[in-house]
């Protein structure tokens, strides 16, 4: 069973950086496309980035530049580094694992000051 638990969410001020964290469990195959979402209140939720097993990378245009995502080798960690944060970017980032559609619980990010 794949579960995943995200971490390091909190309140930033605009500028600032953060990581989050995305611990995995489960995950038999060797290939997998892992994501991160987010949901602001009243939007629906978005993918800001994925990572496949082959380390390619997406990000959504909004993020392109000031967020950066990776993997460990063994893909028990993802995570989502935000560099420069703005406020529109206040939401819960989800970690979700495309093969088996598992998400994780969430974690609030706030960028305020």
């Known amino acids: 069973q794949v579960q995943l638990v995200e971490s390091g969410g909190g309140l930033v001020q605009p500028g600032g950086s953060l990581r989050l964290s995305c611990a995995t469990s489960?995950?038999?195959?060797?290939?997998?496309?892992m994501g991160w979402y987010r949901q602001a209140p009243g939007k629906q939720r978005e993918l800001v980035a994925a990572?496949?097993?082959?380390?390619?990378?997406h990000y959504a245009i909004s993020v392109r530049g000031r967020f950066a995502i990776s993997a460990d080798n063994d893909k028990t960690m993802i995570y989502l580094q935000i560099y420069n944060a703005q406020p529109e970017d206040t939401a819960v980032y989800y970690c979700h694992l495309h093969e088996s559609d598992d998400w994780g619980q969430g974690t609030q990010v706030t960028v305020s000051t």
């Open positions: 489960g995950i038999i195959s060797n290939r997998y496309t």
């Open positions: 990572i496949t097993d082959g380390l390619i990378t």
